[in-house]
């Protein structure tokens, strides 16, 4: 099958992918609150760029299009990490917002209990997904091994403590790399690097190289329309940092090293990951 580009790949694999999602959650959730509320954020208009990084990925390494919904399981458990953080980001104690993607944010939703059980829930079924799918062993295990690295602790988890506690301090240009790699970057590495553990492909450093990369530049994109709406004036972010066209110039070259790393890579066909690029264009 010929697919031109990352928006063709996810026009056709979106709508499996979103029912898969849907029917996952509503068979295996038998408490009824707990289900509405993992749900409603589960199905509250998401792009779904990781998993479709993460599926995107493996295509590109090989796995025939026919194929994919074998991968769901894991595709799955990434944007149930990825909707679990977005949850807990919401929260009264954390960034407190009271909207997420034009709704109302599901602790307003539900209540600060519920929502936090939501995300719990969200959080541990990502893990109970990869276990029961049909991969092999050492696929599934190599993407518990990534996803819980790059989402915990060491990872994602450790990101957003230094946000909450560093509210006070402004951080140097070094300290806000890490913290935007380790809150925003990990988990989309972590997408495009089991993409290409599951499809079988030795991991390389251009590879992470890009998946950083793009990771990096989502959240400075991010930053930068929270700035032209005149959000976050004092909080840690590089348009307040360094400015506006100076972030500007930093996502463009994020950019142009995105695409120079996979560019380099000679093992499988980049059409797809080139393509996604496009992504910081809109
Ligand atoms: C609570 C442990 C914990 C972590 C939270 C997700 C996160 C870490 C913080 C969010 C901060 C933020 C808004 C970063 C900007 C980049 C970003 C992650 C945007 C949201 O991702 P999208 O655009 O979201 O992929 P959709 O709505 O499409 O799913």
Redesign the pocket.
Known sequence: MEIKNFKEFCERVLPDFNKFLNDRLNSEIKQTTLRDAMLYSLD???????PMLFLATAYSCGVKFEDLPKYFDIAGAIELV?????I??DLPE??DSDY??GQLANHVQFGVGPAVLA?DGLLTQAFYWIAKSDLSTDKRMAAVRILAHNAGPMG??A??MT?ITMEDRRLSETELTTLNKE??AD?ITAAVTTGAFCAGHELSKNLVQYANDIGLA??LK??LNDADDGEDADKNTFPNLIGKSATEEKLQELIKDALNAVLKETEFDKNLLVSFLDYFKE
Request: aromatic share 6%; no cysteine; glycine share 12%.
């Open positions: 509250a208009g998401g792009k779904r760029v990781r990825h909707t679990y953080s977005l807990h980001d954390m960034d997420r993607r995300g994602m988890v990101g957003q946000d809150k925003t988990l989502f959240q991010d930053d």
